[in-house]
């Protein structure tokens, strides 16, 4: 089993919709998760991270985590053409617990 | 800071030759990534340092990938020789222990 797992999508939404992106990791010790978003051609830049159970929110962007079912999820509210992009979920190396293990990304595509 | 940087930006390299990718960390962080991304795989750890001193290499898909960190401010990632399916981007990572910062990455292309 692969350490983060994700629907690679696309998923698409229209303008103004609620998106919502999943992911699933196998290591119930993992503490701490991040989001990250990639536009093509570009590298992965930090949109939030969380490490307690519940909601975190920062402007449209709410990270949601579960560790009870080991998933995490990222809803973007009013998305935005400009939020077209494929999103990827880390957490940190099982053994190590340092270096970010990463998902293979979901892209997400908002219509005007 | 001016962030993670790496060169060069685009290597195009005949199979069997030497390539040779090169970071610049944050200034203060400990951590250094490297990671190869491509459509099919994603994005892969092969190898990471703290302190200069290599942690983990098991990602390293071979013999002919090798990285060095001889200080605190460069590191290099070797492929030798090339192959076709080395054909990727690279990036170097930077962090304290948290959140890693990305360099803009190098597009490797193996003809």
């Known amino acids: 089993q692969k350490e983060v797992e994700q629907n690679s999508g696309p998923l698409s939404v229209p303008e103004g919709a609620i998106a919502s992106l999943n992911c699933t990791y196998s290591d119930r010790g993992s503490q701490s998760f991040f989001w990250y978003r990639q536009y093509s051609g570009k590298s992965p830049e930090l949109i939030m991270f969380?490490?307690?159970?519940g909601d975190k929110e920062d402007g449209r962007f709410t990270a949601q985590l579960n560790k009870a079912s080991q998933y995490v999820s990222l809803l973007i509210r009013d998305s935005q053409p400009s939020d077209s992009a494929t999103y990827l979920c880390a957490v940190p190396q099982r053994k190590a617990g340092t270096a970010l293990i990463f998902g293979k990304g979901t892209t997400l595509s908002v219509s005007s | 800071d001016a962030g993670v940087i790496q060169s060069p930006r685009h290597e195009v390299t005949e199979m069997g030759q030497e390539v040779t990718l090169r970071c610049k960390p944050i200034?203060?962080?400990?951590?250094l990534f490297w990671y190869r991304q491509t459509m099919m795989r994603g994005l892969e750890l092969l190898i990471y340092?703290?302190?200069?001193?290599?942690?983990?290499d098991s990602g390293m898909p071979e013999d002919r990938f090798s990285a060095k960190m001889p200080n605190a401010s460069f590191s290099t990632l070797k492929i030798q020789p090339s192959e076709p399916r080395d054909s990727a981007v690279y990036f170097c990572?930077?962090?304290?222990?948290?959140?890693?910062?990305f360099g803009q990455g190098t597009r490797l292309t193996v003809v």
């Open positions: 340092f703290n302190n200069n001193v290599p942690i983990d």
């Open positions: 200034s203060g962080h400990d951590y």
């Open positions: 990572a930077s962090s304290l222990g948290g959140e890693a910062f």
């Open positions: 969380i490490y307690s159970n």
